[in-house]
């Protein structure tokens, strides 16, 4: 495919993401895409391998997680509880605008936001088929006196954690990208995933699985020829924005 005929494929695919159905009514939400697998295979996102079974309901670790939630809920300041709603609500790439600046914005960087909806799936496929393997219950579902932002949320999808398989997968392929970058962008990670456990919607266990299941598939991700070319169009265009080196 020449550059023409790519530019014009990604920008219809940032059209297809972003652009309303026809005959849908103004202001009317978009309808769902589907998400599909991309540059992997289903063993690649398998979490039976990729890890471990989380803490039994009732174990010793089960019981210490408990109560290190009750004291990070107890001790949570408002400021912090603040950023952890704000996490909450924001499962997508603007988690880390405030890390990168205005600029990073996926409406003006199209090969960006190919890699970034590629990564997107990924996560939310590989954080569902945990889920749907291990069926843990939310910390509040064992122990009803644990708050949460998500009161609304299944009570068997705690692990992995949704948020943080996306924040760690998003993270570490936009440090590939930008790597003078990638001490602030894996510490922003790092600081998503624990807006899990200050909102009191995930054990720390549910958010180190999701670190080890976004570490895995994304370095499977990066083994893909055709993956390794829209990182490089993403990789120019950030640079041409200034946003990368």
Not at 128 to 137: I, S
Request: with cysteine; net charge negative.
């Amino acid at each position: 495919m020449n550059r023409t005929s790519l530019l014009m494929a990604v920008s219809a695919t940032v059209l297809a993401l972003s652009a309303p159905a026809l005959g849908q009514a103004p202001g009317a939400p978009a309808p769902a895409r589907a998400k599909v697998l991309r540059y992997l295979t289903p063993a690649d996102i398998d979490p039976s391998r990729l890890i471990p079974a989380p803490p039994a309901d009732g174990s010793d670790v089960n019981k210490a997680e408990l109560a290190e939630l009750h004291r990070l809920t107890a001790g949570r300041t408002i400021d912090r509880f603040t950023q952890a709603q704000w996490d909450d609500e924001h499962e997508d790439w603007t988690m880390y605008a405030p890390t990168l600046g205005w600029k990073f914005d996926m409406a003006t960087l199209p090969a960006t936001a190919e890699v970034v909806a590629a990564v997107t799936d990924n996560a939310s496929l590989a954080a569902t088929a945990g889920k749907n393997k291990f069926t843990r219950k939310r910390p509040w579902a064992v122990d009803a006196s644990i708050p949460t932002c998500d009161p609304d949320d299944k009570p068997l999808t705690s692990y992995p954690s949704g948020h943080a398989t996306l924040g760690y997968s998003l993270g570490m392929t936009l440090a590939v990208l930008i790597p003078e970058k990638a001490p602030d962008l894996m510490a922003r990670a790092d600081d998503y995933a624990y807006s899990r456990e200050i909102c009191g919607s995930h054990y720390p266990s549910d958010t180190r699985a999701s670190q080890a299941l976004a570490a895995a598939f994304v370095t499977a991700m990066l083994k893909n020829p055709d993956f390794q070319a829209k990182l490089a169009a993403a990789h120019a265009e950030l640079r041409a924005a200034k946003i990368a080196n």
